[in-house]
Each structure stands twice: as structure tokens, then as C-alpha cells.
């Protein structure tokens, strides 16, 4: 990251209500799923997006998988098109299902999620991130996840896009396991801490012991009738600096209001300001 713009990016899912449909995943097929409509009709196309983004001043995109309607070559090859053109870098392509960690479903899991990383390479992604697992994070499920992991990093050697994985789900809920899961994959696999997955009195602590290893972050700002919680957001945003955080931040909005570019805006000037500090 060379300036404070290039670290600056927005995820599909800070613009779910805009974009409307999803697309939501059935993990026994690669098709993409029947359009769900429960964020409504929608304003904008993902084919769209990159345009809008760049109007708005964002150069930077996650793009969650069901946003996508057709992993066909030809939508694929229109979408990458669209980003080149909008002078858009797809940072990462978020998989947004799957838990390698199952006992009985990660190897089936696994096996789907190497599909999606197919798509992350058609698309030019930067990144793709992988559930690292959704289980409960004893040894043996961990090491499981370690195992997916690397046969994933195997599938994927000589590719552009790079693999991460989020403090996410109760595998990953304090960094112990974050921890242990990198330390044994070697390198293979990134990180993208994200700093609204984890709550309670040590909450920075932890964002901050993880930050030091973070490849990209996930910076969700929580909302209080409209205003961001500057306490929170700037506790948060201290934590990945301190830690050494040299990335991109990610802005993440999830709210009713102030409305998703609003909100966005909101949470960049903020950003913005931090790092300018």
C-alpha cells in the first residue's frame, strides 16, 4: 500500500441492499443457486458496481460470493472487464461458505471451495479467503482445517491469487487458534483479520495480537441511531496500527441507517483520518 487511497476498499456485502439479489450457495454443486430476493429488487448490477465505485472515489473491492450470478466465462470474463475499465482492483473474492473442518462434510467442502478459487483466478483476484471452519476448535478439528488448508495452498501453487482466512466462527475465536492454525501452515495462507468478529472486555487485545500477522482487514464500524461509534472504531483501527497493520482496511457497513454510501463515507473519513494522524 502506497497511499492512504490505496488503502481503502469496500465489500459487496457494505452494498447488499443496493445490489439486492443473492445468490445463496448449495454446497452438494458448483451451479449457482436460484435468485433470492430478500434485500430486495435492488438499485444496482454487480456488472455495475465497479462504475459506481469509482464514481464514489473507491478503487478497491471484496467481492462476496453470492453476489455473483453465473460463474460462466463469458459473465466472468464482463465482470473482470467492467473492473479494468472502472480502474477497479478486485482485492478479494470472499468464499463466502463451507466448513473444511467438518468431520464428515470438509473433504466435500474442501472440494467445492477449489472450485471457487477457479473463479477467483478468472476474475483477477488479488485474494480469495477460505473459512478456515465452523467447528468447535479442539485439536483435531484444527488440524483438520490445517489439512484442507494446505491441500487448498496446493491446488492453487503457481496462481496469482494469494489465500486467506478470517478470525471467524468459533475455530477462530481468540487468537490462540488464529495462531496455531498460521504457525503450522508455514506461510501458505494469509490472514484477513476482521475487527467486528470479535466482542468482550479483551476484544483489542486480541484484534492487536492478530494484527501484527494480518494481510488485509475487515473494518466494520457499528452504528448508534445513525452515528458511528468513534470509541469503538478508533480502539479498533489503534489496534491494527500499533500491531505493525500495513494494508488495506476494508470497510464493512451493516446498518439500516445512515444509508450504505452514507455510512461508508462515514467510516472512510474516519479511517482516512486515523492514518493521517
Given at each position: ?39 430486495g429488487d435492488g438499485e444496482e448490477s454487480l456488472l455495475g458496481l465497479p462504475s459506481v465505485l469509482a464514481n464514489h472515489g ?220
Open positions: 500500500m502506497t497511499t492512504i487511497a490505496d488503502r481503502i476498499a469496500v465489500s459487496t456485502w457494505s452494498l447488499h441492499r443496493i445490489l439486492g439479489s443473492i445468490y445463496p450457495h448449495d454446497l452438494t454443486t458448483n451451479a449457482i443457486g436460484p435468485e433470492d430476493q430478500r434485500y473507491y478503487h478497491r473491492l471484496e467481492l462476496v460470493s453470492f453476489h455473483l450470478r453465473s460463474r460462466d466465462s463469458v459473465y466472468l470474463g464482463e465482470l473482470r472487464d467492467q473492473l479494468k475499465v472502472s480502474g477497479v482492483t478486485l482485492q478479494t473474492l470472499l468464499i463466502d461458505a463451507g466448513d473444511i473442518s467438518h468431520p464428515e462434510h470438509g473433504a466435500r467442502d474442501t472440494k467445492w471451495i477449489a472450485g471457487w478459487l477457479e473463479v477467483a483466478n478468472e476474475l483477477g483476484a488479488e485474494n480469495a479467503r477460505v473459512i478456515a471452519g465452523k467447528q468447535k476448535p479442539t485439536r483435531d478439528a484444527l488440524d483438520r482445517s490445517v489439512k484442507a488448508l494446505t491441500t487448498l495452498a496446493d491446488g492453487n501453487v503457481g496462481s496469482k491469487v494469494r489465500l486467506v482466512t478470517e478470525n471467524w466462527f468459533d475455530l477462530l475465536a481468540e487468537p490462540a487458534h488464529v495462531h496455531y492454525l498460521l504457525d503450522k501452515l508455514d506461510g501458505r495462507v494469509g490472514l484477513l483479520a476482521d475487527m467486528g468478529n470479535w466482542t468482550g472486555p479483551e476484544k483489542y487485545a486480541d484484534l492487536q495480537s492478530i494484527f501484527g500477522r494480518a494481510e488485509l482487514c475487515h473494518a466494520k464500524a457499528s452504528f448508534i441511531d445513525g452515528d458511528l461509534d468513534e470509541a469503538d472504531y478508533g480502539l479498533c483501527i489503534a489496534a491494527a496500527e500499533e500491531a505493525g497493520y500495513k494494508g488495506p482496511y476494508t470497510l464493512i457497513f451493516d446498518s439500516e441507517v445512515p444509508g450504505e454510501w452514507h455510512g461508508l463515507a462515514a467510516e472512510r473519513d474516519f479511517v482516512t483520518t486515523r492514518l493521517e494522524a
